[in-house]
């Protein structure tokens, strides 16, 4: 069965001074003429937004480990990879790599696709908790709760989520076809109250492995037969992904930058979603996946400390509120409903 990378290598239009010469010079303007180009060149993002990205990505430069890895790669302001990302990712240097591609960029943070799970201590607790997370997962499978179509946070126009079509499976908005892509939110920004509650234990563990990043997404995440979720990348770069494979028949994988393997039952993945990535279950039966992010190995704890309180900050913002927008909207459409597919 033939598994094609799509990479990312070959994006730009080649070497060219002059971008080089802009990303050098752009971030030497003041903060208040860069948001006011920002503010006039983009679509969709308002006032909120630009000031919440600025400040974010202020702050991170501030951080010892970011300041280490700018200087080992020559760069002046992070402003330089949104200007000239193709050039720094092509860098040979422990902390870029040609198939990672986050839209924000924690030089200083080891770029690897895939770790050894091995190397955190927590694993062998959460793999021994399988057994408890699966049975809550399958009472709430059982009362039909909790999930609701995966869809892509969009500032404008109506949502949409995987579908099977006559161009196989697509994001689209028709309403009469089944969702091929369900998860349940635990986290999102924050707490989901509604949804914890059905899966109190589950919670308490999460919560108890250092580092659980509160503000990221974290779901039970459904993926149907058929299913192909396309090569894409995470927004940033200085967390890890977590999966722990609680219904994983045989013919569901995960291809990350170059590294290719399949889901197995009560076996954690940690993995750096920053690389491309992409996702497929060619079994005969709904793969389900509890997953989750932790904050980078390379980030002291006083950082990690720091980073909590900028997601914490974040997530107040215009930026978020299109997440929670989106995630409203569509959260009541498979209750009571039979979506799984045993």
Excluded at 203 to 230: C, D, K, Q, Y
Excluded at 319 to 335: C, P, Q, S, W, Y
Aim: charged share 25%.
């Amino acid at each position: 069965m033939p598994f094609l990378f799509q990479s990312e290598i070959g994006r730009s239009t080649g070497k060219s001074d002059f971008r080089f010469l802009m990303s050098r010079l752009v971030p030497m303007l003041p903060d208040s003429v860069l948001k006011g180009l920002v503010r006039g060149g983009s679509k969709g993002l308002s006032r909120e937004d630009v000031d919440a990205i600025f400040s974010f990505q202020r702050e991170v430069e501030r951080l010892p480990t970011v300041q280490k890895g700018m200087r080992e790669l020559g760069m002046k302001s992070l402003m330089e990879w949104n200007l000239d990302r193709d050039r720094i990712m092509r860098t040979r240097s422990p902390y870029t790599h040609p198939m990672m591609r986050p839209l924000f960029f924690s030089p200083g943070v080891t770029a690897r696709m895939r770790y050894d799970t091995a190397e955190f201590d927590w694993v062998p607790r959460l793999e021994a908790a399988y057994p408890v997370i699966k049975e809550e997962l399958l009472q709430v499978l059982a009362n039909n709760q909790g999930f609701q179509p995966y869809v892509p946070a969009e500032k404008e126009g109506t949502e949409r989520w995987l579908v099977k079509s006559d161009n196989g499976v697509v994001f689209a908005n028709d309403t009469s076809a089944p969702s091929m892509w369900n998860v349940m939110y635990l986290y999102m920004g924050g707490p989901i109250l509604e949804n914890q509650a059905l899966c109190p234990k589950t919670v308490e563990l999460l919560e108890s492995i250092p580092r659980f990043n509160r503000r990221a997404p974290s779901v039970f995440s459904a993926l149907h037969p058929g299913a192909h979720i396309a090569t894409h990348h995470g927004p940033r770069n200085g967390v890890l992904r977590v999966h722990l494979p609680l219904v994983a028949p045989k013919g569901c994988y995960l291809n990350v930058g170059s590294e290719l393997f399949e889901w197995q039952d009560g076996k954690v993945e940690i993995w750096d979603d920053s690389f491309a990535h992409q996702a497929w279950n060619r079994s005969d039966r709904t793969r389900i996946i509890l997953h989750f992010d932790i904050y980078h190995p390379d980030w002291s704890d006083e950082e990690v400390e720091r980073l909590d309180e900028l997601d914490r900050s974040f997530d107040n913002t215009a930026v978020m509120a299109i997440f929670h927008e989106t995630r409203d909207k569509t959260k009541g459409l498979l209750n009571g409903k039979e979506w799984l597919v045993r």
